[in-house]
Every structure is written in structure tokens, then in C-alpha cells.
């Protein structure tokens, strides 16, 4: 038998030593940002509760970002670094709706990760996640993108908003990884790893929120000011196509059947009700709910919001005037 290796061993070699390399260039231009957080907050009973998790830097001012529910009922804690340092943090600011949280470290940090554009991800895609999963800090997973396009749905004080475009991955991720970076070939950062599921039967899968545009706004926003502002109409329903007279007069096939109308609202308050299909907002198509929160931005607190409404058959408009999510909804 011949020493000789084969060309197809070769190959398969040769590739997985690129992936090595890969990974191990992630590793070590991510890790010196990533930190280990540890919180405290008082439970049930006012028993105080330890919770852990993942951040990474993404100022060299001392900038971390996180999931909102490993710092939820924190405003301080713990950071400790790859290579032992340990600082003090305070929450700048968190958004339950988005599962993300900013927080200040005490002091500044010998280096920051940049954040990259999950809008760029493919599915089959190489990503490499870091985090502090079961308490080890410092530990390096690998996997691919498993599906993109997937929502969770995130909740603050009886409001529940989509978190779209999720990455799934099959990179090893534990409790103890939330908040924790997914990054690309090229070390940017383009998730917030947020979630396990099926943990139960198997390895699981794991959820990251995108590093997109949305997220960045949304980060800005928890830095400048501490929380994210957005518009509430009080209407509530589900997606339902369009009568046939209609899809050809508008050029479209679906829209939002409205199923309840809060009180008081300003959905009520301009003559909104249960049975309206809406299809529009100031000119945007509109075919779900998904479409109508990403439509009501902070901007729009206060200011005229033009409803397209199918109503007994008929399409006419309706002038609604959105208030500030949370200002007394």
C-alpha cells in the first residue's frame, strides 16, 4: 500500500485546515472583546437571584452589547475579560422588544469589535460564535447558518413585538452564551446570540438577532438615550388576503384584518374597528403586523399616520395620530 496520500484526502485536508484557520482568526480577533457578565437582582420573595451571560465591546469608551434578559432587573454588575480583568458596568439602557441591552463599563477596554451586516449572511455560511456558555469563559464555537428569515417574538409590560430576520445556527450555543457575539468569516459581528432551543432533545439550535440596520438604530438609540422611542396605534389582528375586486384595484393580495381595537386608543380614537383590513400607512403597503410596527418608528410619535383601510368592500382613508409606546397605552 502506498504511503502516498490521495488527492481526495488532499483536498479534504486542505479544507479543513482553511476552516481551522478561520476559526482560529475569529478566536483571536474577538475574544479580547468579549466579556463574561455576572448580575444580581432580588426575586420572588425578595430572594436574590445570580444570573450570568455573554457582551461584547463594540467601543473602545467602554460600550458592550448584550440581550436584554441577561441584565433584566439589573442596573449593574460584573464584566470580566478573557484575560482575567474584571471591571464593573452599568446598564446605559435595554430594550425588551428587541432582546437587546447596552451597558458602560467601568473604564475603558484595550480593544473593540466592529459590527458587521447579517443583511450579506447565506444560509450554509461559516459562523463562529463566542461567549461564557455554563461559566467557561472564553469559548469558541463554529457552525453555519442554518436558516435566515426567522422571528421570535419579544414582550415588555403586555406589549409583544416580532424580532425578524433571526439567524439560525447549528454552532454550539449553551445557557450562559446569550448576549454573546455570532460573527462571519471575516470577524464582524453580525448577530447577538439570543436563544436556545431544544436543548431538551438534543444539541439545540441557536437564535442570534441580526446585526442589520434596525439593530444599529436601535443600539444608537440605548447609547444616546437610554431606551428606544416608538409609535402605538392599539390595534391588534392577523394577516387575511384580500377580496378579488380589490387585489386588482390595489395591486396587492394580503393585508391586516384588525381582530381588536384597544380603548382609548388611537386606533379607537380615529374610527378604527374590529373587521377594517388595513393596507396601508402613509403610503406603504401593508400586509401584516410585522409590516405596521415597522412602520410605527419613533418619528412618528405625535405626527399624522394615514391609514389605507378596506372597509365593508370599499378603500378609503382614515387619519390616525400615534402616541408614544408605554406613555400611558
Known sequence: MSDEASPASERSGAALDAYSRVVTSVARMLLPTVVALSTGRRGRGGAWREGSGSGVVITEDGFVVTSAHVVEGSARGGATFVDGWETGFDVAGRDRLSDLAVLKLEGSAAAAAELGDSSSLEVGQLVVALGNPLGFSGSVTAGVVSALGRSITAQDR??????????????????????????????????????????????????????????????????????????YLGVAGGSRPLPPRIVDRLARDRGLEVVE???????????????????????????????????????????????????????????TRPVELGSGD
Open 158 to 231: 403586555g406589549h409583544a413585538r416580532l424580532v425578524e430576520n433571526v439567524i439560525q445556527t447549528d454552532a454550539a450555543l449553551h445557557p450562559g452564551n446569550s448576549g454573546g457575539p455570532l460573527a462571519d468569516a471575516a470577524g464582524m459581528v453580525v448577530g447577538v446570540n439570543t436563544a436556545v432551543v431544544g436543548t431538551m432533545i438534543g444539541q439545540g439550535l441557536g437564535l442570534a438577532v441580526p446585526i442589520d440596520e434596525a439593530t444599529k438604530s436601535i443600539i444608537a438609540e440605548l447609547i444616546s438615550s437610554g431606551r428606544v422611542r416608538r409609535a
Open 261 to 319: 381595537v384597544v380603548p382609548g386608543s388611537p386606533a379607537q380614537q380615529a374610527g378604527i374597528r374590529p373587521g377594517d383590513i388595513i393596507v396601508g400607512g402613509d403610503g406603504q403597503p401593508l400586509r401584516d403586523v410585522t409590516d405596521l410596527q415597522r412602520l410605527l418608528t419613533g418619528d412618528r410619535v405625535g405626527g399624522s399616520f394615514e391609514l389605507t383601510v378596506v372597509r365593508s368592500g370599499a378603500v378609503t382613508t382614515v387619519a
